[in-house]
């Protein structure tokens, strides 16, 4: 096996993630795996035509910048980053799909993720970090975010977020923050696109139906914990999850005194979704109407592109066929004078004799 057919593979493995399908199965490539051949430069390489650099397991400290700036998918994973700069991607911003995970990065300087509005899918799990960038929320692009394996702060991500203007402009699809240290739900205000949300081993003391009410599209939740809920909220989860067609990947670990059925007068109460879900189910009819009218737009500019197209080329037709015409009658017209001039010269022979 060659070292183009390893990059090959590795960016055919990328385009999953952009689909989410490494959150719902796909292994990740191990150390191992990368060490079957060690790269000395970056290897590029195509996959559903998107070009990208496998540049993982390199013992890089940082960005290369000697890379082609039109790259789609930068696999950086598996090395030694410890900081991104704002000027780490700043000649790459075509990159679609990102690879970040396992490094060392501890701090990301305001700025690095800014000007990535093509950026579709991240991975920044199994770092170092203590909050996320809040500039990732404002990418118009943005449907998958990795954040897992993270030692973050829940008073600095708090704050942090405060800063954070919503609804977000990122159309977040998939949310993964496992295993982040987390004591409660983020607030991430309305999350109209949000499909998938992982938040498994987290010790969530706080936890109620109502932190799901701003995810009014969520499908899929994966919640595995080390977590002992009582057995109230735990029926109010599930009833709430029920309710809501949310399909649950791992059952919750209720703690219930002697195995014995518990009465909940408010687990009914409990379910009710907030305001929040209003202005989720809002948002959604608001950007079905946006796409509607895009759409539309859209086809009434074909439709007048193609209308202009038709008229210029009648016009053309129009005008070369009349060039022809005039271009027949000056033949003519100048046939017509020769033989005229010519009958006028015998005529003059004739009287002369």
């Given at each position: 096996?060659?070292?183009?057919?390893?990059?090959?593979?590795?960016?055919?493995?990328?385009?999953?993630?952009?689909?989410?399908?490494?959150?719902?199965?796909?292994?990740?490539?191990?150390?191992?795996?990368?060490?079957?051949?060690?790269?000395?430069?970056?290897?590029?390489?195509?996959?559903?035509?998107?070009?990208?650099y496998?540049?993982?397991?390199?013992?890089?400290?940082?960005?290369?910048?000697?890379?082609?700036?039109?790259?789609?998918?930068?696999?950086?994973?598996i090395?030694r980053?410890?900081?991104?700069?704002?000027?780490?991607f700043?000649?790459?911003?075509?990159?679609?799909?990102?690879?970040?995970?396992?490094?060392?990065?501890?701090?990301?300087?305001?700025?690095t993720?800014?000007?990535?509005?093509?950026?579709?899918?991240?991975?920044l799990?199994?770092n170092?970090?203590?909050?996320?960038?809040?500039?990732?929320f404002e990418?118009?692009?943005?449907r998958?975010?990795?954040?897992?394996?993270?030692?973050?702060?829940?008073?600095r991500?708090?704050?942090?977020?405060?800063?954070?203007?919503?609804?977000?402009a990122?159309p977040?699809?998939?949310?993964?923050m496992?295993?982040?240290?987390?004591?409660s739900?983020?607030?991430?205000g309305?999350?109209?696109?949000?499909?998938h949300l992982?938040?498994?081993?987290?010790?969530l003391?706080?936890?109620?139906?109502?932190?799901?009410?701003p995810?009014?599209?969520?499908?899929?939740?994966?919640?595995?914990?080390?977590?002992?809920?009582?057995?109230?909220?735990?029926?109010?989860?599930?009833?709430?999850?029920?309710?809501?067609l949310?399909?649950?990947?791992?059952?919750?670990?209720?703690?219930?005194?002697?195995?014995?059925?518990?009465y909940c007068?408010?687990?009914?109460?409990?379910?009710?979704?907030?305001d929040?879900?209003?202005?989720?189910?809002?948002?959604?009819?608001?950007?079905?109407?946006?796409?509607?009218?895009?759409?539309?737009?859209?086809?009434?500019?074909?439709?007048?592109?193609?209308?202009?197209?038709?008229?210029i080329?009648?016009?053309?037709?129009?005008?070369?066929?009349?060039?022809?015409?005039?271009?027949?009658l000056?033949?003519?017209?100048?046939?017509?004078?020769?033989?005229?001039?010519?009958?006028?010269?015998?005529?003059?022979?004739?009287?002369?004799?």
């Amino acid at each position: 096996m060659n070292i183009a057919v390893v990059a090959f593979v590795s960016l055919v493995y990328a385009t999953s993630f952009i689909d989410g399908t490494y959150g719902s199965g796909m292994a990740m490539p191990t150390a191992t795996d990368k060490n079957l051949l060690k790269k000395e430069y970056c290897e590029p390489g195509a996959a559903y035509k998107l070009f990208g650099y496998d540049c993982s397991d390199m013992g890089l400290v940082d960005v290369p910048q000697n890379l082609r700036s039109s790259v789609k998918i930068l696999d950086l994973s598996i090395n030694r980053i410890r900081e991104l700069k704002k000027t780490s991607f700043k000649r790459y911003s075509d990159i679609k799909l990102l690879y970040l995970f396992d490094n060392k990065i501890k701090n990301i300087e305001e700025g690095t993720f800014a000007h990535l509005t093509n950026l579709e899918a991240i991975d920044l799990s199994s770092n170092t970090l203590v909050t996320i960038s809040i500039e990732l929320f404002e990418l118009p692009r943005l449907r998958n975010l990795y954040y897992s394996d993270n030692p973050l702060s829940q008073d600095r991500i708090e704050a942090d977020l405060k800063h954070l203007e919503k609804p977000i402009a990122a159309p977040l699809q998939k949310l993964f923050m496992a295993e982040c240290s987390l004591t409660s739900i983020l607030d991430f205000g309305i999350l109209p696109d949000l499909v998938h949300l992982n938040i498994s081993f987290n010790v969530l003391n706080e936890i109620t139906p109502q932190q799901f009410s701003p995810f009014c599209n969520l499908r899929t939740v994966t919640i595995q914990n080390s977590t002992k809920l009582n057995p109230c909220t735990c029926k109010s989860l599930q009833a709430y999850f029920d309710r809501r067609l949310i399909f649950l990947n791992h059952t919750f670990d209720c703690q219930t005194p002697h195995e014995e059925e518990v009465y909940c007068s408010e687990s009914v109460n409990a379910t009710v979704d907030s305001d929040e879900y209003n202005k989720c189910l809002v948002r959604v009819e608001e950007k079905i109407r946006e796409e509607k009218s895009r759409e539309m737009w859209l086809r009434i500019s074909i439709g007048l592109g193609v209308f202009f197209a038709i008229f210029i080329f009648v016009l053309y037709y129009f005008h070369r066929r009349n060039a022809q015409r005039t271009k027949q009658l000056e033949k003519q017209s100048t046939k017509l004078r020769h033989i005229h001039q010519t009958q006028n010269g015998n005529v003059e022979v004739l009287l002369t004799k």
